[in-house]
């Protein structure tokens, strides 16, 4: 079974002993959502404090970067990650969930 949990994206300064006690838990990925805070800066934290857990984008909202600012972010957490990132993207746009 593959379980998934958040990190807290209000204060950076947790990100690292979350990311540390999620894999720690055993958790298999930690999510985060572009909602009040961008979602790639506590990733990046928790990659390179990881070694395992699987970190991902629940929602990165796809209209607000262009393409290149995403695969770069993607690219460079990707690597920083050494393999584990996974982007999930979204419009938050209701025209386009209905």
């Given at each position: ?7 807290p ?24 959502m ?11 934290i ?16 796809s ?36």
């Open positions: 079974m593959r379980i998934a949990t958040t990190v994206q209000n204060d950076l300064r947790l990100v690292k002993d979350a990311a540390k006690s999620v894999e720690r838990d055993g958790y298999t990925m930690i999510t985060t572009e909602n009040k805070h961008d979602p790639f800066l506590p990733l990046a928790a990659a390179v404090e990881t070694e395992k857990v699987e970190l991902a984008t629940s929602i990165a909202i209209f607000s970067r262009s393409p290149m600012v995403a695969a770069n972010l993607s690219w460079d957490l990707n690597e920083a990650s050494r393999g584990r990132f996974v982007l999930g993207l979204g419009t938050q746009i209701k025209a386009h969930n209905e």
